[in-house]
């Protein structure tokens, strides 16, 4: 592949991968929701000699027409265009069923009217619900515990089918819990920054006992352009996890050592999820993206979170850390 398409490019993730695949030489378009400010979500912040090298293409993966008028031209895709946050998925289904599961859709059939030579088409370790078993590797069960992950679910199985039926070159990409410079306050990472770089003496949290499997958003980025680069990933779903888990307490405990010691925790009712709703513990394999390709994590912990707070540090502005972001 030379050429290749991002959608989902103004996210965190997606803006992430773009500059990755620039930097491995490749040529890029990078499809970011259309909006009357005409604004580029986080491809806005990238150096001005970055941006003049990307294609930007404004429309709304919901759109066919749209998606099939990016994708004219292009080697390759990387389907990264979703909604994401499990809380707003509670409160608007409806948008998730069009955006994750009907975009995706668009996205397939144009690759296969298109010839397109790869797709990548991105998943999320959510669709495997709470572990019954560790590492969660790619046979494990899938269950949906909120919209959002059942959504994803139904995206992922799409993928598969056109794949099936069609012999469409398709790899799904399952990263774990992503983190790192851009993301949102609707993760818990950031949320916990925030509220301490305001200068917060009480870190609101929901739930403190879940466990989850981090990646740093490069890693997460290198794995995507590892699976991409591989003619053994076809047909293939491919966890990127650490293969090493924490759980929420910890991980507040340690942000919190690293910014304000004298900060405390409390239980905040309206972020915790349903019961039945919250998975418990997420800690994935790596085995199959180690066999398949070359990758393996470069940041540690301790590297990413450094590097976080330092971004978020500078970019307050771009953060209201006295509301709850869903």
């Known amino acids: 592949m030379k050429k290749v398409l991002v959608t989902?490019?103004?996210?965190?993730?997606?803006?992430?991968?773009?500059?990755?695949?620039?930097?491995?030489?490749?040529?890029?378009k990078?499809?970011?929701?259309?909006?009357?400010?005409?604004?580029?979500?986080?491809?806005?912040?990238?150096?001005?000699?970055?941006?003049?090298?990307?294609?930007?293409?404004?429309?709304?993966?919901?759109?066919?027409?749209g998606v099939?008028?990016?994708?004219?031209g292009v080697d390759g895709v990387f389907h990264l265009a979703a909604l994401i946050a499990i809380p707003f998925s509670y409160h608007s289904p409806d948008s998730y069923v069009d955006t994750n599961i009907k975009g995706t859709l668009n996205v397939l059939q144009a690759a296969r009217d298109l010839g397109t030579e790869r797709v990548l088409v991105t998943s999320t370790?959510?669709?495997?619900?709470?572990?019954?078993y560790v590492p969660i590797d790619e046979a494990h069960p899938f269950q949906g515990q909120s919209p959002y992950s059942a959504t994803k679910i139904g995206a992922d199985r799409l993928a598969e089918s056109f794949y099936r039926s069609f012999q469409l070159p398709v790899s799904i990409v399952r990263p774990f819990n992503t983190y790192g410079p851009r993301q949102s306050a609707r993760a818990v990472i950031p949320t916990i920054i925030t509220q301490l770089l305001a200068g917060n003496e009480t870190i609101k949290l929901g739930s403190l006992t879940p466990t989850r499997d981090f990646n740093y958003v490069k890693d997460t980025a290198a794995g995507f352009i590892a699976i991409a680069e591989s003619d053994r990933t076809v047909g293939e779903e491919?966890?990127?996890?650490?293969q090493r888990e924490i759980s929420i307490g910890d991980l507040a405990a340690e942000i919190?050592?690293?910014?304000?010691?004298?900060?405390?925790?409390?239980?905040?009712?309206?972020?915790?999820?349903?019961?039945?709703?919250?998975v418990n513990r997420l800690l994935g394999s790596n085995a199959k993206i180690r066999e398949l390709t070359d990758w393996e994590p470069r940041y540690s912990f301790a590297q990413g979170i450094a590097e976080t707070i330092r971004w978020i540090r500078g970019h307050m502005g771009a953060y209201k850390?006295?509301?709850?972001n869903i």
Not at 46 to 65: A, M, S
Not at 68 to 72: H, I, N
Not at 321 to 324: F, P, S
Request: glycine share 8%.
């Open 8 to 28: 989902g490019a103004d996210g965190f993730i997606g803006s992430h991968l773009t500059e990755s695949l620039l930097e491995k030489g490749y040529e890029v």
């Open 256 to 278: 919190i050592a690293q910014i304000n010691p004298q900060a405390a925790i409390v239980c905040d009712e309206q972020r915790l999820r349903p019961e039945k709703s919250e």
């Open 125 to 132: 370790s959510e669709v495997y619900g709470t572990a019954q």
């Open 238 to 242: 491919i966890n990127i996890a650490t």
């Open 321 to 324: 850390a006295d509301i709850y």
């Open 30 to 65: 990078a499809f970011a929701f259309y909006n009357s400010f005409n604004t580029w979500g986080w491809l806005d912040t990238l150096p001005k000699e970055k941006l003049e090298q990307i294609e930007v293409f404004t429309g709304d993966i919901r759109d066919p027409n």
């Open 68 to 72: 099939r008028g990016a994708m004219k």
